[in-house]
């Protein structure tokens, strides 16, 4: 659910860091100005103001958020590159890194994807979906006497992976 004035305030946002950029652009304006777009869907808009930032200064957030339109609309290629171009400026960087899992997953290089995919647990990681902390390792696959399962990406995700169960069991 969407807390009364959500959009109100994104939209706000909105106006008031276009008014900034065109007093004094800066890096920061553009990356928030394109979040803020892309909080909304307007994706074209996102990627056009994280374009304006990569102008004054090339940084790996705003590569890795042009990247992550692509990973998630079907155009892992694209989303690749710039991916990888976040990763020559931050190597190792988890959000970068998790972003390359996507692409991977969505271009079905298993093989290089799932391995990435683990990324998603590391606590710098943003990502759309809710975490749940139980307090409790990662399973490894052995046998244990009790296994928390939960749901973690998404309705779809939680459905196809409820086959896996009886192989849990």
């Not at 890795?64 to 190597?91: F, M, Q």
């Not at 490894?140 to 992976?161: I, R, W, Y």
Request: net charge negative; proline share 5%; glycine share 8%.
């Amino acid at each position: 659910l969407v807390p009364p004035g959500a959009f109100q305030a994104t939209f706000i946002g909105i106006n008031l860091l276009n008014t900034s950029v065109q007093v004094k652009p800066t890096v920061e304006a553009y990356t928030a100005l394109g979040v803020a777009y892309r909080h909304e869907q307007f994706l074209e808009q996102a990627e056009a103001e994280w374009r304006k930032g990569l102008e004054l200064q090339e940084t790996a957030e705003l590569y890795n958020n042009i990247a992550s339109i692509y990973s998630d609309h079907g155009e892992p290629e694209k989303a690749l590159a710039l991916v990888d171009r976040s990763l020559e400026l931050t190597p190792g960087n988890p959000n970068a890194l998790w972003n390359k899992s996507l692409a991977l997953l969505t271009a079905q290089r298993w093989d290089e994807a799932w391995p990435l995919h683990e990324r998603r647990f590391n606590a710098e990681v943003q990502t759309v979906s809710t975490r749940r902390v139980l307090g409790c390792p990662i399973w490894d696959g052995s046998k244990v006497g009790h296994l928390a399962v939960h749901g973690e990406q998404g309705l779809g995700d939680e459905v196809m992976f409820m086959s896996a169960i009886a192989d849990a069991q």
